[in-house]
């Protein structure tokens, strides 16, 4: 389409008024929010670290050395890699896919019923009951979490009141508590985009394919999920991205063993004093997520205009 017919179209349906503010207002949204907070990340990343007295000086030059130090760390050797943090970075982005997987299976059944089954008060009953929880700030819902799976919590006191164990588990050693966080503090945005799928649904296709002979499973596997694709890429996307990016839940959750990577840029960025290196780390963080996302779309064919939907 044209630009400047598509232009004229936009300012006929909004109003000249209304046009301008939300051309401008979605301007500022792009460029001061997203794109300028990044290109100074990027600059930073390929700034030395030097004191405040000699930036902008002839030491002040771009280089890569941060970039190197994840992949190398401080190692003279050559071929030494810098294996504790790249340990963590991998570990990180594996723990972000279980954590999409276990959302995924969890929601689905659940998007399915609000979208198909409930109807009336009994579903906006339900839908306010998953929302209600999220008012309350993501930090305090952390701790009740860490409360919960503590060793004197409830779930260690059911056990034992049950019989099913004879002393408390330790789950926050074990990254039960963190992965449990994880997947319940970002478990909205894999519903509602999933729910919004399924209700456009139209009913008539599952009583054709069930009229048909095909058993629930099929239905759902031919049926449900093709249809229901979009939604589970943008679900997916927004909790994998969120769940690598997380850090509350990590620092509160997490056990002695459970580095997050997060939890490095942090630490270089306030405990390490080391700025560039900390914004070095952020970027391989948000590309290598991008990347990753970018991979899984094409390997399911998933294209980029059906997640925005």
Same mark, same amino acid.
């Given at each position: 389409?044209?630009?400047?017919?598509?232009?004229?179209?936009?300012?006929?349906?909004?109003?000249?008024? =209304?046009?301008?503010?939300?051309?401008?207002?979605?301007?500022?949204?792009?460029?001061?929010?997203?794109?300028?907070?990044?290109?100074?990340?990027?600059?930073?990343?390929?700034?030395?670290?030097?004191?405040?007295?000699?930036?902008?000086?002839?030491?002040?030059?771009?280089?890569?050395?941060?970039?190197?130090?994840?992949?190398?760390?401080?190692?003279?050797?050559?071929?030494?890699?810098?294996?504790?943090?790249?340990?963590?970075?991998?570990?990180?982005?594996?723990?972000?896919?279980?954590?999409?997987?276990?959302? =995924?299976?969890?929601?689905?059944?659940?998007?399915?019923?609000?979208?198909?089954?409930?109807?009336?008060?009994?579903?906006?009953?339900?839908?306010?009951?998953?929302?209600?929880?999220?008012?309350?700030?993501?930090?305090?819902?952390?701790?009740?979490?860490?409360?919960?799976?503590?060793?004197?919590?409830?779930?260690?006191?059911?056990?034992?009141?049950?019989?099913?164990?004879?002393?408390?588990?330790?789950?926050?050693?074990?990254?039960?508590?963190?992965?449990?966080?994880?997947?319940?503090?970002?478990?909205?945005?894999?519903?509602?985009?999933?729910?919004?799928?399924?209700?456009?649904?139209?009913?008539?296709?599952?009583?054709?394919?069930?009229?048909?002979?095909?058993?629930?499973?099929?239905?759902?596997?031919?049926?449900?999920?093709?249809?229901?694709?979009?939604?589970?890429?943008?679900?997916?996307?927004?909790?994998?991205?969120?769940?690598?990016?997380?850090?509350?839940?990590?620092?509160?959750?997490?056990?002695?063993?459970?580095?997050?990577?997060?939890?490095?840029?942090?630490?270089?960025?306030?405990?390490?004093?080391?700025?560039?290196?900390?914004?070095?780390?952020?970027?391989?963080?948000?590309?290598?997520?991008?990347?990753?996302?970018?991979?899984?779309?094409?390997?399911?064919?998933?294209?980029?205009?059906?997640?925005?939907?």
């Amino acid at each position: 389409m044209n630009p400047s017919l598509a232009l004229q179209r936009f300012f006929l349906k909004n109003g000249m008024a =209304l046009g301008i503010f939300l051309l401008v207002a979605v301007a500022f949204w792009m460029f001061i929010l997203i794109i300028l907070p990044q290109l100074f990340m990027v600059d930073f990343s390929l700034s030395k670290n030097l004191p405040p007295a000699e930036i902008g000086g002839p030491k002040d030059v771009l280089t890569f050395e941060h970039y190197k130090f994840m992949l190398y760390g401080s190692a003279k050797e050559a071929g030494s890699f810098n294996t504790v943090d790249l340990g963590v970075f991998m570990r990180t982005l594996l723990a972000a896919f279980f954590v999409t997987i276990f959302d =995924l299976v969890l929601c689905y059944p659940i998007a399915y019923y609000l979208a198909q089954v409930a109807h009336g008060g009994w579903g906006r009953l339900m839908v306010l009951s998953l929302i209600v929880p999220f008012w309350v700030n993501e930090i305090l819902r952390a701790f009740a979490f860490r409360i919960m799976f503590g060793s004197a919590g409830v779930i260690n006191t059911f056990l034992i009141w049950a019989g099913i164990l004879d002393q408390p588990y330790d789950f926050i050693p074990n990254n039960v508590a963190l992965y449990a966080g994880l997947g319940y503090a970002f478990i909205l945005l894999m519903i509602f985009p999933l729910y919004n799928a399924i209700e456009s649904l139209d009913k008539n296709q599952i009583e054709a394919a069930r009229d048909m002979g095909a058993s629930w499973l099929r239905i759902h596997w031919r049926v449900v999920i093709p249809f229901a694709k979009p939604g589970i890429s943008s679900g997916c996307t927004m909790v994998f991205m969120l769940t690598a990016g997380a850090l509350a839940a990590p620092q509160i959750l997490g056990g002695p063993s459970s580095l997050w990577f997060t939890q490095i840029i942090y630490q270089w960025f306030n405990t390490g004093g080391n700025w560039p290196r900390g914004s070095a780390y952020a970027i391989i963080l948000l590309v290598s997520t991008i990347l990753i996302v970018l991979l899984v779309m094409k390997i399911f064919k998933v294209k980029l205009g059906e997640i925005a939907k």
